[in-house]
Each structure stands twice: as structure tokens, then as C-alpha cells.
């Protein structure tokens, strides 16, 4: 069981690291399905290029109920055309459900409960009558059919009163990955009819030592840790970095499209930027044999990297272009500081810094103007991360008795609570890009796991299950 944060330890780690990384070929990211809207009904496919002719009477209504309660909606199986694509109708149906139930705008329907009604064939022959006894408000479903090596699926979202279909889409893409189709079209939902940025095509990036690898070069016997990625519910885990080295600490660019991470491919600590899709690599911070660089964090736009250095004779916090240019010093003090994170607006930078005694957390401007001011006074707090808008918040790792849990102060508020139930060791925090998730560490499996856990201290979930997986970062 982990006693401690790790950032303020990694430096002594650094001494002692003597191994080689070599980053994977390029991931081939989950394509999302391609989106091509269709009318409500009857349904039409738009010409290439041009968008779909829209009934105003049936696009853009939303499903609302008095009193502001969360309309109850049932989504049960697509309709598969032909027995072959059953199988991928019913994964979207179940992912659909599991999407929509996240973000906990819905009152979903129990999927247990469909059994006594009777499945549709068609949007025509959808039973609204034995919705309604099951009180549901609207009942999402669709239909799938095959296009030669690549999947149609039309989506709608039926308002049962009315027996109207208030919200249409309709994708075409590859058969290969059903489960796009469901967080795609989960996506796209929460943003037409609850103005919500859903968070279903994102990921998570996390430091695992899964594969019990040993580390190669001069000390051996050493347990290494790789880069892997998941989708945000879990699913589709993959390695990143291959080598039998250490790679630690990932952040995600604003794109979604490269990682940044601390490496001992060289044999001593140093930022490597991992552009997953294209085969390419960056070294930023320029790190040697005695300038050691840990802990990056992406800028807001993407455009600079914030990571923690010993370049200065201790620990202190840099920023630097992606390029490697315009090396910019954020603190200076004897003390250590240590895991930097950007505020929304890219101007300001949390970090933990042990120059009062035990770590805390600070916040100083990004151009290294001004005095850090301290915000927490914790025993012992680390690994801020500052949430993105509209919330203005940092969460935490404060320290609770042996072990940790995941707070959050609110600037605006000044006030601090906490997510977890100081069950394990919970630390490593890390925002959804909505504002309205953490992903982080814990214990309380046994090993160390990755969980997502909604921002009031609901809906707890286990993302990972195999080896120690630690440091979460959740993709923009």
C-alpha cells in the first residue's frame, strides 16, 4: 500500500533509474463513427457533402419534465437488419445505456426490466404503450444494417407521450468497432438536448506495470512500469510504450492526439512527448545525464509543456514550447516544487511545493511573476489538478490518517471537501474534460487501481483490474 504521494520521491528515483524505453509503432486510435444526421423521419441519406434536410418539428426538441426531474428514458437493443449484426446491435444498445447512465442526466430504465416488452422491428412498430406502463418518458433506439464492410446506424429518441421522435442521427462507419456507434451517439445526445460536453469518446492514459517485465540494461530485477490507454469506461487497454524501461506520469495534449511522460529510455529522467497516431517522438525538455526532467502537464491550447526540474540545483517548475523553445522558469525557491497544472485559462500554475515544511499546495502566475500563494494545509497534499471550466476548483491528494484521499478546494469558495471515503489509499487525481468526473488511484482493490468517481462522491467505478496501475490522465 502506497504511503505517500510519488512526485516529491520521484526525484530520489531518478539516481537510482538506469533503463531503456523504446515507444510502441503508433496506436491506431478508436475512430469515432462518422456522423451523417438524417431527418426524423421518414430517413434519408443526404447527398455527400450537403447536410440533411431537417423537420424543425422534430429535430432539436428536447425531452423535459416539469420541476427540472430527470425524464426516465429506456434504451433497449438496436434493431439488427439481418441475424449476423445482432450481436452489434445489442453491444450499442448496452453501451448506449452505460454512457447515457454516467453522466446521470437520464433516469435510465433498468435494462432488466424490458423483458415483458415486446421488441420492436422497427421504428414503426415501437410499443409505446407498454413504455408508458413501465413509466418511461422516451425510449432511445435504432437500427443497424450492413453496408458492404462498414456499418449504418440510425438512432432516435422517442418521446412516449407523443409517440414522436424528437431527436434523430444517423452514422456510417466501420463494423470493427460497434461500440464507437454508442459513444458517439451518447455524445452527441447529451450535446443537442442537455447542453452537455459528454465525456464517452474519451480516454484515460495511466503508468501500469501489468506485464511483470523486468527492467533491461545495467540494473536488472527491477520492475518497470509502460504507458497504456483505455477507453474512459475502461475498455480497449492497450500498451503505448514498449521497451522494459520505466515510463511514468502521462498527460495528454488538448488534441487528444499525443502523450507526454516522464522516460528512462536514455537512462536518466527525462520528458518524451509520444505522437500516438503519426510514429513520433519528441524530447522538449532537453534532459542529460545531469539535467533531469519529471511530471509534465499539457498547456490548456496544447501549445507548452509544464514539468518539474533539478536544472537550477533543486526542484523547481518550468514551462517550455512544444518545440523545445522559449524555456520559461515558473518558480524559485530552495524548497522542492513539484507537479505542475495549468489553470483553464493557461495563466496560472498549481504545484506542490515542501518549502513550508510538509508538501502543499500553491499556485503561482505561468510567466513566473508574483509570489506563489499556498491554498492547502494538509498534512501532507499533492498531485494538484485544476479542473477545467466552467468549475474553478483544484483536486487533490490530501493526506487522511495512512493514507490518502481525493479532495477538492474551490478558489471561488475557498472551501474544501472530500470525494473519497478514505477506503485505501486514494491519490493521483485527475479531471474529466467536462469537469464533472476524477479519475485516480487507489488501494482499495488490494492493488493499486484506476477509478472514476463522479465530482460529488457518487458512482464510483473500477477501470482497471490487471497489475498496479497508477497516475491517471484523462484525455481532453
Known amino acids: 500500500m502506497t504511503t505517500a504521494p510519488r512526485s516529491l520521491l520521484t526525484a530520489a528515483l531518478a539516481a537510482l533509474a538506469s533503463t531503456v524505453l523504446v515507444l510502441a509503432a503508433p496506436q491506431g486510435r478508436q475512430a469515432p463513427a462518422s456522423q451523417q444526421p438524417a431527418p426524423a423521419q421518414p430517413p434519408t441519406t443526404p447527398p455527400p457533402g450537403q447536410p440533411p434536410p431537417q423537420q424543425p418539428d422534430q429535430i432539436g426538441v428536447s425531452i423535459t419534465l416539469s420541476g427540472g426531474a430527470a425524464p426516465r428514458v429506456a434504451v433497449p437493443n438496436f434493431i439488427a437488419a439481418s441475424p449476423d449484426l445482432k450481436a452489434a446491435a445489442d453491444t450499442i444498445g448496452e453501451v448506449l445505456w452505460d454512457d447515457l447512465r454516467f453522466e446521470r442526466e437520464y433516469d435510465l430504465i433498468p435494462r432488466a426490466s424490458y423483458a415483458p416488452i415486446t421488441p420492436a422491428t ?93 527492467a533491461r540494461g545495467t540494473v536488472e530485477q527491477r520492475s518497470i512500469k509502460e504507458i497504456y490507454i483505455a477507453d474512459y469506461d475502461g475498455d480497449a487497454q492497450r500498451r503505448v510504450t514498449v521497451n522494459r524501461s520505466l515510463a511514468i506520469n502521462p498527460s495528454w495534449s488538448s488534441d487528444g492526439r499525443a502523450i507526454a511522460y516522464t522516460s528512462y529510455r536514455r537512462g536518466y529522467p527525462d520528458i518524451y512527448v509520444s505522437y ?26 496544447g501549445s507548452r509543456i509544464a514539468f518539474m526540474t533539478n536544472r537550477d540545483g533543486n526542484m523547481e517548475i518550468y514551462s517550455v514550447s512544444r518545440d523545445g523553445s522559449n524555456l520559461r522558469r515558473v518558480t524559485s525557491h530552495p524548497g522542492n516544487d513539484s507537479t505542475p497544472t495549468w489553470s483553464p485559462a493557461g495563466n496560472q500554475i498549481a504545484f506542490t511545493s515542501d518549502r513550508s515544511g510538509s508538501p502543499q499546495i500553491y499556485i503561482a502566475d505561468a510567466d513566473g511573476m508574483g509570489q506563489p500563494r499556498r491554498i492547502t494545509n494538509e498534512s501532507w497534499a499533492d498531485r494538484a489538478t485544476w479542473s477545467p471550466a466552467p468549475y474553478n476548483e483544484i483536486a487533490y491528494a490530501g493526506r487522511n490518517g495512512p493514507g490518502f484521499d481525493i479532495k477538492i478546494f474551490s478558489l471561488e469558495q475557498g472551501q474544501i471537501r472530500t470525494v473519497t471515503d478514505s477506503n485505501g489509499s486514494n491519490e493521483s487525481p485527475s479531471w474529466a474534460p467536462n469537469g464533472r468526473h476524477l479519475a485516480f488511484a487507489s488501494t482499495r482493490a488490494g492493488r493499486t487501481q484506476i477509478f472514476t468517481i463522479a465530482r460529488d462522491g457518487n458512482d464510483l467505478h473500477q477501470v482497471t483490474k490487471a497489475g498496479n496501475n497508477v497516475q491517471p490522465s484523462w484525455s481532453r
Do not use: C
Not at 464492410?149 to 452514422?171: H, I, P
Not at 524530447?283 to 539535467?291: D, V
Open 276 to 301: 500516438i497516431y503519426q510514429g513520433k517522438m519528441d524530447q522538449p525538455a532537453g534532459g542529460t545525464e545531469t539535467i533531469h526532467n519529471f511530471l509534465p502537464a499539457f498547456s490548456p491550447d
Open 122 to 214: 422497427s421504428m414503426e412498430t415501437v410499443p409505446f404503450d407498454q413504455w408508458k406502463e413501465l413509466g418511461a418518458n422516451a425510449v432511445l433506439i435504432g437500427t443497424v444494417r450492413q453496408n458492404a464492410s462498414s456499418l449504418t446506424v440510425q438512432a432516435r429518441l422517442f418521446d412516449v407521450a407523443t409517440q414522436r421522435s424528437v431527436w434523430a442521427k444517423e452514422y456510417t462507419a466501420s463494423a470493427n468497432n460497434p461500440r464507437g456507434f454508442a459513444h458517439t451517439i451518447s455524445d452527441e445526445l447529451h450535446k443537442e438536448q442537455r447542453s452537455l460536453v459528454g465525456v464517452a469518446r474519451t480516454k484515460l492514459a495511466f503508468a501500469s506495470d501489468r506485464d511483470g517485465e523486468q
